[in-house]
């Protein structure tokens, strides 16, 4: 499977945090999928942070070469995807997530993320306990 990983899950993920269900990191593991990280995560964890609504007890540079060490794939935004996210119903308000379904819609990636609203969109959503 292709998978985009969203940015409470790569945070979880890489800080081994509980609240990633085990069953979905093993998914995320699994050599038989690909997964991918949006560039938005990125902008996401960069803006959180600053605001210091995200406190990952590491700087920036450490926290992205740590993702980067993953061997996740970095998926950049493109302008087929900002179009997608442009038609997007509003079901979702969040900027970032907004542009993480429609990168999948585009892309025909799984999203690996437990936020709910994603599944009021045409994609496939991976949250397993």
């Known amino acids: 499977m292709d998978l985009l990983i969203d940015t409470h899950a790569i945070i979880w993920f890489i800080t081994?945090?509980?609240?990633l269900p085990v069953r979905t990191k093993q998914i995320?593991?699994?050599?038989?999928n690909r997964c991918f990280v949006s560039i938005a995560t990125y902008w996401e964890i960069a803006i959180k942070h600053s605001l210091g609504r995200?406190?990952?007890?590491s700087d920036l540079k450490n926290i992205f070469q740590i993702i980067e060490n993953t061997g996740f794939e970095l998926l950049p935004i493109t302008l087929?995807?900002?179009l997608t996210n442009a038609g997007l119903e509003y079901h979702h308000h969040d900027p970032f997530d907004r542009i993480i379904i429609a990168q999948a819609m585009y892309e025909?990636?799984?999203i690996v993320s437990k936020d709910e609203q994603f599944k009021?969109?045409?994609i496939s959503l991976i949250w397993e306990k």
């Open 16 to 19: 081994e945090d509980p609240k």
């Open 108 to 110: 025909n990636l799984m």
């Open 54 to 57: 995200l406190d990952l007890n």
């Open 28 to 32: 995320i593991e699994s050599i038989e």
């Open 120 to 122: 009021s969109y045409n």
């Open 80 to 82: 087929n995807q900002i």
